[in-house]
């Protein structure tokens, strides 16, 4: 059964850290490029980051960048989304996938995980 879990999220204070991790099962992460999105109450699901399976070449949106890191261990199935300098307005459900181009377009994707709650307050 292919399958996507995200762990890692949880309530941390403006200016913390968190890692997301995103564990396949049921199919190898190696060939799929895989994305990280984003869903805040009331508004659209938006492409956070995405790393290429080819050569590894990652985006971000201009939101994150310089803030948040995507990276993937092969070896352990996993890809994880390190975030720094954390604002209120990353609060969010946060979802991995996995698709055959990396892309922020969530529509590209064929494999989701069930999200983590993200939520960034004092």
């Known amino acids: 059964q292919v399958q996507l879990v995200e762990s890692g999220g949880g309530l941390v204070q403006p200016g913390g850290s968190l890692r997301l991790s995103c564990a396949a099962s049921g199919f190898t992460l190696d060939y799929y490029a895989i994305g990280w999105f984003r869903q805040a109450p009331g508004k659209r699901r938006e492409g956070v980051s995405c790393i290429s399976a080819s050569d590894g070449t990652t985006y971000y949106a201009d939101s994150v960048k310089g803030r948040f890191t995507i990276s993937r261990d092969n070896a352990k199935n996993t890809v994880y989304l390190q975030m720094n300098s954390l604002k209120p307005e990353d609060t969010a459900v946060y979802y991995c996938?996995?698709?055959?181009?990396?892309?922020?377009?969530?529509?590209?994707?064929?494999?989701w995980g069930q999200g983590t709650q993200v939520t960034v307050s004092s």
């Open positions: 996938a996995a698709g055959l181009v990396a892309t922020m377009f969530p529509t590209e994707y064929d494999y």
